[in-house]
T-cell receptor, first 113, second 111 residues
Framework: EPEVTQTPSHQVTQMGQEVILRCVPISNHLYFYWYRQILGQKVEFLVSFYNNEISEKSEIFDDQFSVERPDGSNFTLKIRSTKLEDSAMYFC???????????FGQGTRLTVV | GQQLNQSPQSMFIQEGEDVSMNCTSSSIFNTWLWYKQDPGEGPVLLIALYKAGELTSNGRLTAQFGITRKDSFLNISASIPSDVGIYFCAGHWNAGNMLTFGGGTRLMVKP
């Protein structure tokens, strides 16, 4: 059983629109990560989130991106004004309780048109 | 940022053959992880390595954390059609939690 469930599985959005991608853990987790994978390329780190704060972020994670945990359960990634190059699979990941390695969700395929 | 060089980029082998792929880095990594990704799915963790020299098996899969902490290999023995997919190495190279991924090895198995 995956540690996290991601919704939606696929989202198509117009360039310039805001999107919110959601990640729901199956149990209490403190650490969350967002990764991105452009079609045919490697997985790239975006941001890590610990105890309701950003702990690390990459240069990809610019001002257009934000993360939050609005209700203490769901973990969201918001892209304020999507660009064509934001089209990618976005993965939420979290360590299983008691472990350090990251387990990935099924991903959200974002298509910006 | 840190780079992981993964090779080969792709392999097309006969069912039953053994497979070997590896990752190298110019920097020391503290943890090496190997993931498999099927089309349209998220990466699935196969093996985690935490100590230099560590050799770990998971069924037909064997992976090693290089002594220099700058490389790792993954071997798959007696490949079967369901081994098809993209295999990624990944690692932590500092005290932080972000994973750096290799470029992936696409494995194709001919029945």
């Amino acid at each position: 059983e995956p540690e996290v469930t991601q919704t939606p599985s696929h989202q198509v959005t117009q360039m310039g629109q805001e999107v919110i991608l959601r990640c729901v853990p199956i149990s209490n987790h403190l650490y969350f990560y967002w990764y991105r994978q452009i079609l045919g390329q490697k997985v790239e780190f975006l941001v890590s989130f610990y105890n309701n704060e950003i702990s690390e972020k990459s240069e990809i994670f610019d001002d257009q991106f934000s993360v939050e945990r609005p209700d203490g359960s769901n973990f969201t990634l918001k892209i304020r004004s999507t660009k064509l190059e934001d089209s990618a699979m976005y993965f939420c990941a979290t360590p299983r309780l008691g472990a350090s390695e990251a387990f990935f969700g099924q991903g959200t395929r974002l298509t910006v048109v | 940022g840190q780079q992981l060089n993964q090779s080969p980029q792709s392999m097309f082998i006969q069912e039953g053959e053994d497979v070997s792929m590896n990752c190298t880095s110019s920097s020391i990594f503290n943890t090496w992880l190997w993931y498999k990704q099927d089309p349209g799915e998220g990466p699935v963790l196969l093996i985690a390595l935490y100590k230099a020299g560590e050799l770990t098996s998971n069924g037909r899969l064997t992976a090693q954390f290089g002594i220099t902490r700058k490389d790792s290999f993954l071997n798959i023995s007696a490949s079967i059609p369901s081994d098809v997919g993209i295999y990624f190495c990944a690692g932590h190279w500092n005290a932080g939690n972000m994973l750096t991924f290799g470029g992936g090895t696409r494995l194709m198995v001919k029945p």
